[in-house]
């Protein structure tokens, strides 16, 4: 069997996600709206999601504007207020084997700025408390009068910086190793399409070197919902991003920098199809080895913060947030999460760890 030949890439210091689209004229975009629950393509319209009841399959009927409709029976009802069946076993009784690999890692301030991107653990963090149930009193509301809630970039320049690092690896015979790229949002987007209610989405996808590029670009949907936040809402938002310090900090800054981000780079295989995505990464817990005392191991957790007295509050069978959280996690491979248990004032009184497998299993 022949060796892989190493190659240069022919861009080797300049590839962006414009100098992707620049290669097409009119590159793909996948617009996810709501309201018709269907998937926009640029000369096609597919129909994922029927709001019919299930005995109704009647094919939608073909118009000028899409030529191109086809109605996909929902693989299960949904409702506003529930899942008819649990989300999470759904999927468990009938996924492929997935199995995500740590390749590589970074930081990064901001994800569209490659010059603001680290090959290193800088903004790595460790989580500082015993994986326990412990009482505490964070109060998250300690500077929020001045801190300004900025959106996540969707750029994927940062992940492109990193892969062109990394070309003599991914990169090989005139053709990219991996079949998709993307942040891990993008993935998590498209696996809960059928139970967005919510929001759109819309995606740019281009394909280079035989190897599909995916970007998310906000709506005007998105950029409404984001003008018409709540201060409540943005309150919410900031005692998350507070909760991080607590938990991982011995010293408190007055206002939380989540614009540091510390992101693992992952590659799996879904039946044939090979993906390669990044992900922020919310901090670590190390452990000593198994096999050898003297090493320490570290394995990523989550954090999250909710309302609630203790974790038999949360209604993890109906609430698809925690849906989210499940996905988010397990395409990270992640095993445990931080829960942090808050009041209405935004005082957390309680963290509890929480495994992803009991979270499949409270339904």
Known sequence: MATPQKTSLPIDNNLTIQHLVNQHNEPHTTHYDRTEATIHHNEQTTNVLSKRKLEDQTEH???????????????????????????????????????????????????????????????????????????VKFDCTVGESTFELQGQNKNIDSLLWWLLRHKNEYYQNGRFTFDFLSWRGVLRLIMFTLFEKLSDYLLAIVRYKNSYFLCEFSTDLQVKQESDMTAKHRSYCYWGHKFEDYVTKEIIESSPSPMKQYTGVFYSVLDCYRLLYAAEMDCVIENKSNNDKNKVVQEHVELKICSGNSLADLPFNYNRKYAKWWLQSYLAGIKTMIIGLRDDNGFVNKIAPLEISKMENAT
């Not at 029976?73 to 009784?93: E, G, N, Q, R, Y």
């Open 61 to 135: 009927t073909n118009d000028q504007q899409s030529p191109f409709k086809t109605t996909l029976t929902p693989i299960f009802s949904t409702s506003d207020s529930h899942l008819d069946v649990p989300f999470w076993k759904k999927i468990m009784s009938n996924r492929p084997f997935f199995e995500p690999k740590e390749i590589g890692n970074f930081s990064l301030l901001n994800r569209g700025d490659t010059k603001e991107c680290f090959e290193d653990d800088r903004y790595l963090r460790k989580y500082i408390y015993p994986l326990k149930t412990v009482d």
